[in-house]
C-alpha cells in the first residue's frame, strides 16, 4: 500500500469537485459522506433536536489543510472557517516546518477538573481535614455515577482542597476533583460527579454547597507541540532566512511582553485551533476559555508560543495550552459533517487529536507573525479578501476570480469599485448577446 502524504501540491487549483474526490480517496469516504460535504450535512430537522428555538442550520466553509506531518504521521487536517488566508497561511507554515521534520508532540493524562464551592463554613481547618481524611471515600462515590467512564480506564483522580478566607462573600472552601475522562471531552461527566458528591462534602465541612461545575482551565490536561524550521526555507520577498528567523523571534518578545499584542497574537494561533474544533464537533468556546485563562496564568497576559533561533541558527517553536477535546459524545457524534471531519483525520484518541490542534495553532501564529515580521499582513491577504469583495458586490461565480483579480492589480480591494467592475462586465456581456443576436 503507497504511504499517505499530506502534501498536496496544486490542490488549491483544482476545481472543487476534483478536490473532493482526491480527498475522498484519501480517507475512503463513501457516497453518503462526500454527499455531505457537498452541502448534505446537518438537516434541519436534526438541528432542531439539538438545540432549543431551532430555525434551521448556519453554514461555514469547510477545508482541508496541507503538508502536516506530525510525530511522523501525515495528517489532512479538516478546517471549518469563515475567514480567507487561514487555510493557505497555516498549509504554507506546516510545508515549512515539514522541512525541518514536521511537529512533534506530546500530551498529558486526560484530567479535567470539577470545582465545589463551600460557604458558611464553621470551622475551616477541620473541614479540610475530614474532607482530607475521607478523600478516598469522595472519590468512590465519584466514580459510581460514570462507571463506562471507569470501565475505560478513566475515573476519580484526586481532591484537592483551595481555602480562600477573604473573598466580597465571606470565607469559601473549594475542593478541586481532579477526574480522567478519557477520550470524552468531559462536561457532563465532571458535572454528574462534583454534583453528585455535593452532599457528602456538606456533611463533612458543616458548610452549604452552591456551585458544581467544571472549570474550563483544564491545566492538568495539557498539549504540545513543538518544531524546527531550517533558516533556509525561511527566505522571503529578498529576506535572508536568518534574518527572517531572527525578526520572527522578536516578534514573538514582542507578544511575551505586551498583552495588547498577545492578545492578537494569540487570536491568531486560536484561528486555527477554533477551525478543527468546530470542523470536528468540539467545544471551540471551551477551549478558548482554557487557552486564554492559561495565557495569563501569571497574573499577566501573555503569549502562549516560544519562538526563538537556536544555536544552529534555525528557528525553534513551541506551544503548550490546555486542550479538553473529544472524540466521543456530543457533536463528534451527532453532527454528519463532524463525523465526516473525524474520519478524515482519522484519529484514534482525544489525545492525538488534542496534539492535532496544538501543532495547527502553533502553525497558524508561524503563518502570522512571519508575514508580519515580512510583508506585513495585508500583502497576502487581501488577495483572498479580494474574492469575498466581489461576492459581496453581487458578483457571479464566473465573474468573481476576474473582479477580485482587478482589484487586487489596481490596490484597490473595496466593493465600491467591485460593484463599477461588475457593472462595466456585465454591460460588456449584454453588448455580445446584442450583437450576436443581430447577426
Known amino acids: 500500500m503507497t504511504e499517505k502524504s499530506s502534501r498536496l501540491p496544486g490542490f488549491y487549483k483544482l476545481p472543487l469537485v476534483e478536490r473532493l474526490a482526491q480527498i475522498a480517496k484519501w480517507a475512503e469516504l463513501d457516497d453518503e459522506e462526500v454527499a455531505i460535504l457537498r452541502g448534505r450535512g446537518l438537516q434541519a430537522s436534526q438541528a432542531d433536536l439539538m438545540i432549543e428555538n431551532a430555525l434551521g442550520t448556519y453554514e461555514l466553509p469547510l477545508g482541508i489543510a496541507a503538508n502536516f506531518l506530525i510525530n511522523g504521521r501525515d495528517y489532512l487536517i479538516p478546517m471549518a472557517v469563515e475567514e480567507p488566508s487561514v487555510l493557505a497561511a497555516v498549509s504554507h507554515a506546516a510545508k515549512l516546518i515539514r522541512a525541518g521534520g514536521g511537529f512533534h508532540t506530546e500530551s498529558t493524562e486526560p484530567v479535567m477538573i470539577g470545582q465545589i464551592q463551600v460557604l458558611d463554613v464553621p470551622d475551616m481547618v477541620a473541614a479540610q481535614q475530614a474532607l482530607t481524611a475521607n478523600e478516598e471515600m469522595l472519590m468512590e462515590a465519584a466514580n459510581a455515577c460514570s462507571q463506562n467512564i471507569v470501565r475505560r480506564g478513566g475515573g476519580a483522580r484526586g481532591l484537592e482542597v483551595r481555602p480562600f478566607p477573604d473573598t466580597p462573600v465571606g470565607p469559601m472552601l473549594v475542593i478541586h476533583l481532579l477526574y480522567d475522562t478519557r477520550d470524552a471531552m468531559g462536561a457532563n461527566a465532571i458535572n454528574t460527579a462534583v454534583e453528585s458528591i455535593a452532599p457528602l462534602v456538606e456533611k463533612l465541612t458543616g458548610g452549604r454547597v452552591n456551585l458544581r461545575i467544571l472549570s474550563n482551565l483544564t491545566d492538568r490536561r495539557m498539549s504540545t507541540a513543538r518544531c524546527t524550521v531550517p533558516a533556509e ?55 478558548e476559555a482554557g487557552a486564554h485563562a492559561y495565557a495569563a496564568r501569571n497574573g499577566r497576559y501573555s503569549a502562549l508560543t516560544d519562538w526563538h533561533v537556536d544555536a544552529n541558527g534555525n528557528l525553534y517553536g513551541e506551544m503548550t495550552l490546555p486542550m479538553a477535546v473529544g472524540i466521543v459524545g456530543g457533536a463528534t457524534k451527532v453532527h454528519p459533517t463532524a463525523k465526516v471531519a473525524m474520519k478524515i483525520l482519522g484519529v484514534k484518541t482525544a489525545a492525538e487529536l488534542a496534539e492535532i490542534m496544538t501543532a495547527v495553532g502553533l502553525a497558524q501564529n508561524l503563518a502570522a507573525i512571519k508575514a508580519l515580521a515580512t510583508t506585513g499582513i495585508q500583502h497576502g491577504h487581501m488577495r483572498l479578501h479580494a474574492r469575498q469583495v466581489a461576492l459581496a458586490a453581487g458578483a457571479s461565480e464566473e465573474l468573481v476570480q476576474t473582479i477580485a483579480d482587478r482589484l487586487v492589480e489596481e490596490g484597490n480591494i473595496r466593493i465600491n469599485r467591485a460593484r463599477e467592475l461588475l457593472a462595466e462586465l456585465q454591460s460588456q456581456q449584454t453588448a455580445v448577446l446584442i450583437n450576436g443576436n443581430g447577426r
Do not use: S
Open 233 to 287: 526555507v525561511l527566505a522571503c520577498h529578498g529576506i535572508p532566512g536568518t534574518q527572517v528567523a531572527r525578526l520572527i523571534e522578536e516578534a514573538n518578545a514582542f507578544a511575551i511582553v505586551d498583552p495588547y499584542r498577545a492578545a492578537t497574537h494569540n487570536k491568531g494561533i486560536m484561528n486555527g485551533i477554533d477551525a478543527v474544533c468546530i470542523a470536528t464537533g468540539n467545544d471551540w468556546r471551551a477551549v
